[in-house]
């Protein structure tokens, strides 16, 4: 794999590198964005269960 | 003073801070991605092949802006760490918490692009050089916040050893600047000075000075949104969040 990226010359190398700065700014988005859906629903499941438990 | 304090200690309240971060934030990510995608095509596309590197320097943009935030990220959580021991507010222990992961996948980048940098330019990927082992020893420090603060139980007091670990770390951050100064090193000595002559010429060091601004934006975007989740994980049982979160309205519908 390193052998094909020195070959592919100067240019070769800034793609790969602005890939992992690309790969980096991506994880962190769709982190960000799992995270808070996993929040809401753990929130509003916990909610709901407390209601349930009031209401009986 | 005391007018200082009280505005400081108003922001510092969770739901404030929810608030007002979630009205910055979007300021924050589109002048990033603005003054990012300006600046690395200025970079890549016009700004002059480097008689010396060749096109390889064009790696510039990204490196030279994730290093300066690498030590920017570290001030900013020593100092968040420094008010956590002192004022114990739950916002500054989890600014340092939160900061930790932004910081070190800064300093991974610049690591990993400096290695895609050294290649052409030095013929190797790695030399146990002084400014690029003291910028691995920051990552360390990064991943033993982490580490440490995960290893309790308590968010709160991990969060408190992890503040004391980051200021212990603070001694790193004159090693890595001074670096380039003090050894013989691989790495290039200092190119863009706050104080005095760069020796960058203005059409490579403009779209330079625009991504740095750009990783400074993003920066501010990511820790104010992981800031927000960590408010709602802390908070989760406060009528605030659900508010926050549109689950009251959901209730009562």
């Known amino acids: 794999m390193l052998e094909w990226l020195e070959s592919q010359g100067h240019w070769g190398f800034i793609m790969a590198a602005y890939s992992i700065g690309a790969v980096a700014l991506v994880a962190d988005l769709i982190g960000q964005h799992l995270r808070q859906r996993e929040l809401r629903r753990l929130v509003a499941e916990r909610l709901a269960r407390r209601r349930l438990q009031r209401s009986r | 003073m005391n007018r200082f304090w009280t505005w400081l200690s108003r922001y510092a309240s969770p739901p404030v801070f929810y608030r007002v971060a979630g009205l910055w934030r979007p300021w924050l990510g589109w002048s990033a991605l603005l003054f990012g995608a300006l600046s690395l095509y200025w970079g890549l596309f016009h700004a002059p092949e480097d008689y010396y590197q060749?096109?390889?320097?064009?790696?510039?943009?990204?490196?030279?802006?994730?290093?300066?935030?690498?030590?920017?990220?570290?001030?900013?959580?020593?100092?968040?760490?420094?008010?956590?021991?002192?004022?114990?507010?739950?916002?500054?222990?989890?600014?340092?918490?939160t900061i930790a992961?932004?910081?070190?996948?800064f300093t991974a980048v610049t690591l990993l692009t400096g290695m895609l940098w050294g290649r052409p330019t030095w013929g190797a990927y790695w030399v146990w050089d002084a400014?690029?082992?003291?910028?691995?020893?920051?990552?360390?420090?990064?991943?033993?916040?982490?580490?440490?603060?995960?290893?309790?139980?308590?968010?709160?007091?991990?969060?408190?050893?992890?503040?004391?670990?980051?200021?212990?770390?603070?001694v790193n951050l004159p090693i890595i600047h001074f670096s380039v100064q003090w050894?013989?090193?691989?790495?290039?000595?200092?190119?863009?000075?706050?104080?005095?002559?760069?020796?960058?010429?203005?059409?490579?060091?403009?779209?330079?000075?625009?991504?740095?601004l750009a990783s400074k934006l993003y920066f501010g975007w990511s820790l104010l949104g992981r800031l927000r989740l960590a408010l709602i994980e802390q908070e989760s049982e406060k009528a605030w969040v659900h508010q926050a979160l549109g689950l009251e309205e959901q209730a009562h519908a």
């Open chain 2, 54 to 97: 060749g096109n390889s320097y064009r790696i510039i943009y990204l490196h030279v802006p994730s290093a300066w935030m690498s030590m920017f990220a570290y001030v900013a959580m020593a100092l968040s760490g420094a008010a956590a021991l002192i004022w114990r507010t739950k916002l500054s222990e989890l600014t340092v918490l």
């Open chain 2, 101 to 105: 992961p932004i910081g070190a996948g």
């Open chain 2, 131 to 170: 400014r690029l082992t003291s910028e691995l020893v920051l990552l360390f420090l990064y991943l033993g916040v982490i580490g440490l603060a995960s290893a309790y139980g308590d968010v709160r007091r991990g969060a408190r050893a992890a503040a004391v670990l980051s200021l212990v770390g603070v």
């Open chain 2, 183 to 212: 050894w013989n090193t691989l790495h290039q000595g200092e190119t863009v000075r706050l104080f005095g002559e760069s020796s960058i010429d203005a059409s490579m060091a403009w779209p330079l000075l625009g991504a740095a």
